[in-house]
Nanobody
Framework: QVQLVESGGGLVQAGGSLRLSCAAS????????RAWFRQAPGKEREFVAA???????TYYADSVKGRFTISKDSANTVYLQMNTLKPEDTAAYYC?????????????????WGQGTQVTVSS
């Protein structure tokens, strides 16, 4: 079974930046799409960004457009560069993978999940 592990979370001041990473336990893991979700206490899990395997096309939630960038390297590690962070970005961030043949913002469409990494943005 493939496992995903996130890293790079931490505490940052508003306006600052963080870069999250998501590595897979198998180097051959390369599903149709990879994504980042986040979840704050008492809130539903929220889509953040996704990247498509075939052409690296990306898709972002409106709340992070222009501030966050999702990318993937040759080892299939997925990254989330987060700039101009706001207190409302505070959440546990989870990486995910999906073999559904369309890009999706729905958590139920993703088959593989990491354990999460905490991002806290102070004002």
């Amino acid at each position: 079974q493939v496992q995903l592990v996130e890293s790079g979370g931490g505490l940052v001041q508003a306006g600052g930046s963080l870069r999250l990473s998501c590595a897979a336990s198998r180097r051959t893991f390369d599903p149709y799409s990879r994504a980042w979700f986040r979840q704050a206490p008492g809130k539903e899990r929220e889509f953040v960004a996704a990247i498509r395997r075939i052409d690296l096309n990306t898709y972002y939630a409106d709340s992070v457009k222009g501030r966050f960038t999702i990318s993937k390297d040759s080892a299939n590690t997925v990254y989330l560069q987060m700039n101009t962070l706001k207190p409302e970005d505070t959440a546990a961030y989870y990486c995910a993978g999906s073999y559904k043949a369309t890009m999706s913002s729905e958590p139920e469409d993703y088959n593989y999940w990491g354990q999460g990494t905490q991002v806290t943005v102070s004002s």
